[in-house]
């Protein structure tokens, strides 16, 4: 660590929150936001009648998602420069379009429901593919992002990169996924 990075004023109090009990609370919000997800998707019908920008939401999805890919990317090159402010502020960024992309995606689907896949052919196992991984990936990304934050802001830094060594491949292949899903409903949708 270098002697001029400084941790915010509010990490503070992360610091008096044992692991554990971050854990378990990481864990519990993670399990909550899944299943609401899961019934968003697969048991709600979707709205009757929507209001017309909401069929723009899945382009702005996409646009979020591209947003924390190149977020997490810009926070990569930062860590191997050793550049703890900029790869802190890349990540914060990368968590906050990620979090807004979390909005859009449950207004949307709130509204349409789930989106059917017609591509035939060769392109339908790639599609589920990507989507199956995508979506399994997604489920372990929302744990391990919000433990990577709280290893960090609570200044254990030995266990953040440990941590952080899953998220970042996973968080960025999850962002990546999602454009490529958004451009194959778009195409054989």
Do not use: C
Not at 146 to 174: C, D, E, N, Q
Request: glycine share 6%; proline share 3%; hydrophobic share 50%.
């Amino acid at each position: 660590m270098t002697e001029n990075f400084q941790l915010p004023e509010s990490s503070k109090i992360l610091e008096q929150i044992s692991a554990r009990k971050a854990l378990g609370i990481i864990i519990g919000l993670s399990t909550a936001a899944v299943l609401f997800l899961f019934w968003l998707i697969y048991f709600n019908e979707g709205s009757e009648t929507a209001p017309s920008w909401i069929s723009n939401l899945s382009a702005v999805n996409a646009g979020l998602n591209s947003l924390s890919t190149v977020f997490l990317l810009l926070a990569f090159r930062e860590i191997k420069r050793k550049d703890f402010q900029k790869h802190m502020r890349f990540n914060l960024a990368a968590f906050v379009t990620s979090s807004l992309f979390l909005v859009s995606y449950v207004v949307y689907h709130h509204f349409v429901g789930d989106s059917k896949f017609i591509g035939e052919g060769f392109i339908r196992p790639v599609y589920f593919f990507i989507l199956i991984t995508h979506i399994v990936l997604s489920i372990f990304v929302v744990p391990l992002v919000l433990a990577s934050f709280y290893y960090s802001l609570s200044g254990k830094f030995k266990i953040h990169k440990k941590v952080s060594r899953w998220t970042f491949p996973i968080w960025l292949y999850v962002s990546v996924t999602g454009v490529i899903v958004f451009f194959m409903l778009k195409i054989w949708g």
